[in-house]
């Protein structure tokens, strides 16, 4: 019975290099959420993905972030060129449908993957 | 203007006191309405949904004023096992807005 499982839990990383955050949602979820939270602030909505399909990415940075969900396997947040400003934690979240989401608020969140940027 | 606005407290309260949260959201199209909590260095989990009749759960009581714009939550009889960041709300098209949360601490 497992939740959304995210990793790495924790990744630090040089500025410049490359960070790559997996998730896996519950199973059966086709809805997948990324925000992230920056030390002291709330939680800010990223992007929002079914599989194969981008539906909303209005709160993604326009550089050097992207994000997918393929066919198979897990969802992949990848942050480029990494800056300190980049360090926090992200989240992954699903549900089931978007319609029992709105219904019920629920989105099952991940424990998150803490990035350090050096 | 913030989409989700609150007092970031903290709100330190001794144990079976009675503590009120509120936020304002400014999207007048909003439709749902929530109360997250959030442990230190944790996931947020849903603590209860916010109905305009107002909705009780418990010692968690919440309550919505559209015409304000308005979200309340009432912890009674507080427990130390309270003591985390609630997080207000709001939905907007696709996404969960969240507020930046106030802070409580329960202590003995």
């Known amino acids: 019975n497992a939740g959304v499982m995210q990793n790495p839990r924790h990744l630090v990383r040089r500025r410049g290099q490359e960070a790559r955050l997996r998730c896996s949602p519950v199973k059966g979820h086709s809805h997948v959420y990324w925000y992230r939270q920056l030390p002291e602030e709330g939680l800010k909505f990223m992007v929002y993905l079914q599989k194969e399909n981008i539906i909303d990415e209005s709160g993604m940075p326009k550089e050097r972030f992207s994000a997918e969900f393929p066919k198979e396997g897990p969802s992949i947040l990848r942050i480029q060129q990494v800056v300190r400003g980049d360090s926090a934690a992200y989240f992954c979240a699903s549900s089931p449908n978007r319609a029992a989401r709105l219904n019920t608020g629920e989105l099952f969140f991940g424990e998150g993957s803490r990035l350090t940027v050096l | 203007r913030k989409e989700v606005e609150q007092d970031p407290g903290p709100f330190n309260v001794p144990e079976g006191a009675t503590v009120a949260f509120n936020c304002t959201y400014s999207?007048?199209?909003?439709?749902?309405f929530f109360w997250y909590r959030q442990d230190c260095r944790k996931e947020p989990k849903l603590l209860m949904s916010?109905?305009?009749s107002g909705n009780e759960d418990g010692r968690f009581t919440a309550q919505l004023n559209r015409a304000s714009q308005y979200i309340s939550l009432l912890i009674r009889d507080s427990k130390l096992s309270d003591s985390a960041t609630y997080l207000c709300?709001?939905?907007?098209?696709?996404?969960?807005?969240f507020g930046k949360g106030t802070s409580l601490l329960v202590t003995p």
């Open positions: 709300v709001v939905n907007s098209g696709y996404a969960l807005n």
């Open positions: 916010v109905y305009s």
């Open positions: 999207n007048s199209a909003s439709q749902s």
